[in-house]
């Protein structure tokens, strides 16, 4: 649960973060102002899939939450002559596709433009020879992501495939982050990649059809390419007005980024924060976006620094997220996110309502099975387990397992476990944390629960439960409060890691050996204390009595959760807000001691919430030197009410290999 004793300080949070509102541009022979509102909802609805192949097949997704009508609409390729199409549906429900095969045609070099009735622009793609055969899709969220070209495999009418590239070429990473139409008419574009792109032979247009489009260099001659989180700013020659659109075109014509701003945009500026474009009381060209004074809904556009995808949906009776607590700075030497910038929304809505805890918030402990990295194993505070597997994109409950979860006890089937850590050990069992028993949330229950994933029925018992309480006494104070800072986390170490690494064991002074504790299994377990952030270590004997090794500092005021990270050979302590949403990497040192190595913080466009919930998918899933990082929001918060991520807890990224 989000801990709610206080903590001072506050982190602020104005991220490049993005909601890709996609390509919004053009007018017919002269240029159509954007409207100033969206009555209608077609500032919802983006190109999503697109081949040029056979059947010339155009895909359209309605990201909003109101389905809108496509009666009147029309479609233009690159000679901007609009022409009815036939939908396979006279609207597009909210969450939902439309297909079309377009009446014009569609080259190998191309274009598609959306028009509603009155000739209002809604969204376009551009792109070169080839890149639509078979198909071209959005790549990394329905509707707002990255568009990936010759994917090899079409999804008309219903999701696109997850099997993105899981680290984007460098040039697909620069976004528009700034524009100005007050006079000055500038364009900032900010690489969010790890490496400089050559932006040489790049051109951008605005949303008059009359114009050609112009060069970046001849706009600003030294502007040849971007650093690796730099900026580049350039002036428009072809103007930008009160109402207007801009696309960024690469040197093969494909289109990298747009935004479209109303009447009231884009002046002083609009710029890229965490809930999106806005309209911002001063300019920040070239420097990170201030986002002070800022006002919502200046302008809609694709990614930057990063992209938050995904979302959406509306609260079920009974959901409520809560907003979290406790926030406080990051530490000082803490090192940037050192994976993908981009960040989805990875579950349905209000997905983890159970019977005690219909407010659907509460997931805290998440962990990959390591035997069958396709899993995510998720722990509810309020005693649930969840088995999870993806579907189209979004982790779900496992049908097969429970659609709704599993329900879990104390030894003899009692109690309500606060259960918040969550690790598979060796065996392959399920080994849970609890803080307290919600039924006498008081007084503390620090124990740790093996359960058996293949156990039958829609409850489980623990094989067998080891309770640690009574090292604990600075928490059974009488208070709930207290009583909530005890076990958050617990991660299983292989006994391999620690002796190929030189631990030395606490209790003797010596190399670590296994062979001295008979009962303990094949590794050791580190459970995280909320109170002062320090990891507890314990062998759990097989005759229910445990040995105690001693404690571990993370070096940070709190823990949230504990893994073990095959991949990156550490120990990976995951602290909230309370820290600043930071992951402490710990390794075994040359004196046998396990202690910190590296800091890292969260990627930028993720909210500061009680973010409790890490894991690393398995080094076997590596693809393109990156694989899946996993989050969980306790509150289920996001930004706040009206944003995309609010009612959700799971958020997915990338981590390198």
């Not at 065996?427 to 039924?439: C, I, P």
């Not at 309480?469 to 709930?480: D, E, M, R, V």
């Not at 590794?523 to 204390?529: E, H, I, K, T």
């Not at 500092?553 to 095959?566: E, I, N, Q, Y």
């Given at each position: ?171 697909s990473r620069v976004r528009i982050n700034e524009v100005s139409s007050d006079g000055s008419d500038t364009v900032e574009l900010y690489n969010g990649g790890t490496s400089a792109v050559s932006i040489g032979s790049w051109k ?444 959700h807890a799971l958020y997915s990224g990338t981590f390198p290999c």
């Open positions: 649960m989000p801990n709610s004793h206080s903590r001072v300080g506050v982190a602020s949070l104005c991220a490049a973060s993005l909601t890709f509102s996609g390509l919004v541009v053009t007018g017919l022979l002269a240029a159509q102002p954007a409207a100033a509102a969206d009555p209608a909802g077609y500032q919802n609805v983006r190109i999503n899939e697109v081949s040029s192949a056979n059947s010339d097949t155009v895909e359209l997704y309605n990201s909003g939450s109101t389905a809108v009508s496509l009666s009147g609409w029309k479609m233009s390729d690159d000679g901007f002559s609009p022409q009815s199409f036939n939908p396979s549906a006279s609207s597009i429900p909210a969450g939902g596709f439309v297909t079309f095969n377009s009446p014009k045609g569609l080259g190998d070099s191309d274009k598609v433009v959306i028009y509603t009735a009155d000739g209002t622009v809604v969204d376009r793609v551009d792109w070169a020879a080839g890149k639509a055969k078979p198909a071209m899709a959005r790549c990394g969220g329905d509707g707002t992501g990255t568009w990936v070209t010759g994917t090899g495999t079409t999804t008309f009418g219903a999701a696109n495939a997850a099997g993105c590239p899981a680290s984007p070429p460098a040039a951008y247009v605005d949303n008059d059809t009359t114009h050609s489009a112009a060069s970046i260099s001849s706009s600003a001659p030294s502007a040849t390419s971007i650093p690796a989180g730099g900026y580049v700013t350039f002036g428009s020659t072809i103007g930008l007005g009160g109402s207007d659109s801009l696309f960024l075109l690469d040197g093969s014509g494909n289109t990298v980024d747009s935004v479209s701003w109303a009447a009231s945009g884009a002046s002083p500026s609009d710029e890229r924060c965490a809930t999106g474009f806005q309209t911002s009381a001063s300019a920040t060209f070239g420097a990170v976006n201030s986002c002070a004074g800022s006002t919502p809904g200046g302008g809609t556009g694709g990614g930057t620094a990063g992209q938050l995808l995904g979302g959406g949906g509306t609260l079920t009776s009974g959901c409520t997220p809560e907003a979290p607590g406790g926030t406080g700075s990051t530490p000082s030497g803490t090192q940037s996110w050192p994976g993908g910038l981009d960040v989805t929304i990875a579950d349905n809505v209000c997905a983890f309502t159970t019977s005690t805890g219909p407010e659907g918030r509460d997931v805290s402990g998440l962990a990959f099975d390591p035997a069958n990295p396709s899993v995510l194993w998720a722990a509810k505070n309020k005693n649930w387990l969840y088995k999870l597997v993806k579907s189209n994109g979004k982790w779900v409950p496992d049908a097969t397992w429970s659609a709704t979860g599993k329900q879990i006890r104390f030894a003899g089937g009692t109690g309500q476990p606060d259960s918040e850590g969550l690790t598979v050990g060796g065996n392959g069992h399920l080994y849970v944390t609890s803080e307290r028993d919600n039924g006498n949330n008081t007084v503390p229950k620090d124990t740790v629960m093996e359960f058996d994933p293949a156990a039958t029925g829609s409850t489980l018992t623990p094989l067998h439960q080891w309770d640690m309480t009574a090292q604990f006494p600075q928490l059974n104070t009488g208070s709930k409060d207290d009583a909530n800072l005890g076990f958050e986390g617990v991660g299983y170490v292989p006994d391999s890691w620690l002796t190929a690494n030189g631990w030395t064991d606490p209790l003797t002074g010596a190399a670590y050996s296994p062979a001295n504790y008979p009962l303990h299994g094949a590794g050791l377990f580190f459970a995280g204390l909320e109170y002062d952030g320090t990891l507890h270590v314990y062998g759990l004997n097989s005759d229910g009595s445990f040995t105690t090794f001693g404690t571990v500092s993370t070096g940070k005021p709190g823990v949230m959760d504990v893994t073990f990270d095959a991949g990156a050979q550490r120990i990976v302590a995951t602290c909230d807000n309370t820290c600043g949403e930071t992951h402490t990497f710990l390794k075994v040192n040359a004196s046998g001691a396990i202690v910190p190595d590296v800091t890292y913080t969260n990627p930028a466009v993720m909210p500061v919430d009680n973010l409790e919930g890490f894991a690393l998918a398995p080094a076997s899933t590596c693809a393109g030197g990156f694989r899946e990082a996993v989050w969980s929001d306790d509150g289920i918060y996001g930004f706040g009410s009206g944003s995309s991520s609010y009612g």
